[in-house]
Structure formats: C-alpha cells, structure tokens
C-alpha cells in the first residue's frame, strides 16, 4: 500500500481488537478512508465495510480493497496488469509535469506511466475493475518515487528507488465479505454520515493543518487523469487552493468533529486521534459524553508510538537548509469507544492491558526518519504553500 501520513498500519490490530470486543458487530463505516488499510484488514475479518474518503484516489483505493471482491475483478486484473507491465514509455503530461517540471520520478518511469495511464483510460474498464488496475499503477508509482512520502517536495538528491524500473503488481483484492459487499463513497463526510448506516462509524479525521490533497496531489491527478494547471516547485494541482478540508482548520476542527458525531447513525463510534491532534483527550471525551443525550459510555484506549520525525518537514527552509530541531520523538494514539449502550467487560480489559498496536503510527519510510534526525538530506518545493 502506498506511504500514507497518519495511515494506521500499526494500529490495526488494536482496531480490529476493538471491533470483536465490542461484540455483534456486521457492519463498520469508515468515514476517512485514506489508503483504506483500515477497511481492507476489517473486510478480511468478515465485515461489511462502507468507506467514505473525499478525495479521488483515496476513494479509488476503497473501491479496490473494499468494495471490489476477488472473485468478479481479480482475473481480468492479472491479464490487464500483465499487459500494462508490457507497455513500453511514451512521455505525456506527467513526465512533462513530475519528471521535468518537478523531479519525482525518473524520467524512464514517468513516461511508463504516461503509458499505462493512457492505456487504462482508452480500455473504459468498469469501475472497480479501473479501481484494481489505478491501484496497481499507483502503488507501482509509489515504489520508485523520490519523496520523504509526502508530496509537497521531493528531494534534491534522488531517493536510490527511483532508478528501479517501476513495475505493476496486483492488489490484495479481497473476496467478497461473510457480512456482504463492502462499498466506497467519494464525499465530504458530513455527507456521508447522513448517507451511511452501520454497527460501527470508525472516524480517522486529519489531525493538523496540512491538506491530504496537497501532501498526495499526484495521485488525484494520476486517478483523476484531468491533466490540471500546476503551480509551484512541486507542481500541486490549482484545485488544492480550493478543495481545502474544514477538517483540516484548527478554529473549525471542535465544531464540525461534534456536528459529524451527532450525525452519524451508528449505535458504537471508534475515533482515532493523536495527542498530537487540535483536541486534547479530556476535550474528545466531553465531546463523546455529550452522544446519546448523555446517556452513552466513553472509553478510552491509550497506546504509546514512535513519531513521524518527518512531519518536522516545516523546520528545513525551502532551500533544504534545517532551521530547528526535533523536539520529541514519541506521541501517543488514542482509541475513543462510544456507545449508546454499556460497553463489554472485554473493552476495558483491553485499555488496561497495553496489549497490541505498539510501533510507529505511520506508515512512512524509517530512512525518512533517519535521514530527518541526521538532518543529512534537503527537498524542493516545501515553500510553495497549501
Ligand atoms: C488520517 S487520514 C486517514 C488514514 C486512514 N485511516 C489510513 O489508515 O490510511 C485522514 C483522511 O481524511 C480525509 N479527509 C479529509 N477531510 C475530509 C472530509 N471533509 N471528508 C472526508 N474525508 C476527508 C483525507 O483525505 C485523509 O485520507
């Protein structure tokens, strides 16, 4: 799956942990998808998954991991796959854009996914089918690119991964869920929650100012195929001036969290934040108190992680130049379990145990990390704003 911030690679088990716990559960929605992992490992459980991203790519990778099922996609897959690896370069608007323009990838492989970006348009695939092989290109894009994992710069120096010769693979396609066919929306999550019924709403909002759509611009553009005007050192698309996220707005974050809550129609809500977020844990459990006219339970589920030294992306001036430090490197992620009804013995055991989820909360590369703490390494186009 591609490099994600904030994905909850490592905290899966503890959420599926949650899930059984919480007992009678068949169907979960998951309001801000992102690289649907979360859905994925919950679909592979046997539930009925609904996902919710408001981005195209993020959206696009749901319609591949949960909504797709193996058994209607995954042969047609493997053929188109076999026959995209096949596909010689032919430079198009995102070589001119990601490999000249910008430097994210090496020129060989942008023209290569000129290529097969063209190829899968022309074919007119139905839409999950589209999903699986969009994914398989993304991915593929993901290996050999020249980022710290995010995309609002790439590095002066080419990352050793780019000279690889980008190459498909297929997706981990699921086969259709015990608890039926998952589905994935591409909505604002208000939107959503009004749309969506389930067991469980599991809620993984932004935790700070930094637009998805910004930090990931080249994977809408590659899903969207809309082929947009740019702008600065790192060639984001115009819209990401205007697609901005309330989510993501420190004053609005309390307001539009509590607005979703009250919205969502699920006896059981699961939210994932860090202490690193704009709400502090006694904030997020006033909030969660005040569900169900106050008659709901609030528990919460507290697990210690290595930080993504990375997100001090803000302290190296646009000329690669570090201008501060890292202040610490460790953060906590809690798990907030609502619900309308007493929660299972089972729940509070597992808040005092400690037990699973411990690691780094993301899911970006450890030599970022590394390379962050030396201070070694410098990128272009950090200075180009939203
Ligand atoms: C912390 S990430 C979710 C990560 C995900 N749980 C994973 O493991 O990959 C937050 C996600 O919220 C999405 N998002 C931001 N604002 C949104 C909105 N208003 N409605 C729906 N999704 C939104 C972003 O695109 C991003 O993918």
Known sequence: MIKYLGSKRTLIPVIREVIRRIGGVRSVMDLFSGTARVGHALKAEG???LSNDYLTF???????????DAEDVLDDARKLIAEFNRLKGAPGYFTETFCIKSHFFQPKNGERIDAIREAIAKKGLPPELEAVVLVALMEAADRVDSTTGLQMAYLKNWAPRAYNDLEL???AV?????????????LDALTAARQLEADVAYLDPPY???SYLGN???WESLVRWDKPEVYGVACKRADVRLRSSVFNSRPRFAAVLRELLHTIRAPVIVVSLSNEGYLSRSEMEATLATLWDGAGEVLTIERDFKRYVGAQIGIYNPQGKRVGHVSHVRNKEFIYVASCRPLAEAL?????????????ATCLPEETVLRFRAGRFSIHGAGDGP
């Open 208 to 210: 700070n100012q930094h």
């Open 348 to 360: 509070y055991e597992l808040a005092q145990t400690g037990r699973g989820g411990h690691g780094q």
């Open 58 to 68: 993020a959206a696009t990778l749901a319609r591949c991991y949960v909504q797709a």
């Open 169 to 171: 693979r297929v997706p």
């Open 174 to 186: 699921l086969p259709r869920a015990r608890e039926g066919k998952g589905r994935a929306m591409c």
């Open 47 to 49: 539930y009925r998954v």
């Open 216 to 218: 990931y611009h080249i």
